[in-house]
């Protein structure tokens, strides 16, 4: 299983608690661009390290997996994108 799919599998379960839609694999560039911002969000030192209630290593692990779920994103958007233009948005 990709990154990304289970990137996305984890939000769709959360969402689903709520009883929101699930969310599929993006197609095109505006189906990446809310995923890209998510992503940037996640990324956030703050929401990263659980405002500083995960062990060092813990982060290490969920900042691997985001950077890779980012590099299959990229990959459907067809080429790369940094935070300063998903901010942009």
Request: proline letters at 11%; charged letters at 20%; aromatic letters at 8%.
């Given at each position: 299983m990709s990154a990304l799919q289970k990137y996305i599998d984890q939000h769709n379960a959360w969402?689903?608690?709520?009883?929101k839609a699930?969310?599929?694999i993006p197609k095109t560039h505006a189906e990446c661009k809310p995923l890209f911002a998510r992503l940037a969000g996640d990324l956030s030192?703050?929401?990263?390290?659980?405002?500083?209630?995960?062990?060092r290593a813990?982060?290490?692990i969920k900042a691997r997996h985001l950077h890779q779920v980012w590099a299959d994103l990229e990959v459907i958007f067809g080429r790369s994108v940094d935070e300063?233009?998903?901010?942009?948005w």
């Open positions: 969402e689903a608690i709520f009883n699930p969310i599929a030192p703050e929401n990263l390290c659980c405002d500083g209630e995960l062990p813990q982060v290490a300063g233009e998903v901010w942009s």
